[in-house]
Nanobody
Framework: QVQLVESGGGLVQSGGSLRLSCAASASGFTIIIMGWYRQAPGKQRELVATTSRIGTTRYLDSVKGRFTITKDGAKNTVVLQMNTLKAEDTAIYYC?????????????WGQGTQVTVSS
């Protein structure tokens, strides 16, 4: 029903930048929230940044001022611009969407994309 296709990620040196994009195929459904989570080895998955249907954004404290999430509602796409990357940002980044499916808020996940920041 809903698919999330991610692009971006890769290897960058500390202080560098990367851009992640996620496109949702959700024809006929309303996307309530869309954004990114990440999971580093041995750690729990954590919210990085999300944006809601009404434009409310939320960021992990450690990325505030460095990461920016933007959305194109018409295209169901979100972009995460990551600047001043640090080694501790290394993780698999997952696109996330909370979708209204028949009045039920249903979560969907992308396949994940690796971000590696070398120190």
């Amino acid at each position: 029903q809903v698919q999330l296709v991610e692009s971006g990620g890769g290897l960058v040196q500390s202080g560098g930048s990367l851009r992640l994009s996620c496109a949702a195929s959700a024809s006929g459904f309303t996307i309530i929230i869309m954004g990114w989570y990440r999971q580093a080895p041995g750690k729990q998955r954590e919210l990085v940044a999300t944006t809601s249907r009404i434009g409310t954004t939320r960021y992990l404290d450690s990325v505030k001022g460095r990461f920016t999430i933007t959305k194109d509602g018409a295209k169901n796409t979100v972009v995460l611009q990551m600047n001043t990357l640090k080694a501790e940002d290394t993780a698999i980044y997952y696109c996330y969407a909370l979708v209204d499916v028949n009045d039920a808020a249903t979560p969907y996940w992308g396949q994940g994309t690796q971000v590696t920041v070398s120190s």
